[in-house]
């Protein structure tokens, strides 16, 4: 005896969000076997990358607010 789908699927509950329907996958198939897995040195580069770009986001920040308070200083003694 062959099993079918419909089968296999009496004993899911229906889906809540979709009309009951099965819900489709978000990425193709053709996307995900496209898509390569990550080796360590590829994770690495990517942590090294969000780091720096973490650290000179703070030095911008910070560098404004520096900017800021020396023109504040700065207004200050014209009075």
């Known amino acids: 005896m062959k099993t079918k789908l419909e089968d296999l699927l009496k004993g899911v509950p229906a889906q809540k969000g ?15 076997k496209a898509a390569e897995p990550m080796t360590a040195l590829d994770k690495t ?3 090294a990358k969000r780091l720096l770009d973490d650290e000179a986001l703070a030095r911008s920040e910070k560098t404004a607010r520096l900017k800021a308070a020396r023109e504040d200083r700065d207004k200050g003694d014209d009075d």
């Open 45 to 47: 580069t990517a942590s």
């Open 18 to 32: 979709n009309g009951g329907r099965h819900l489709t996958p978000t990425v193709s198939s053709a996307a995900a």
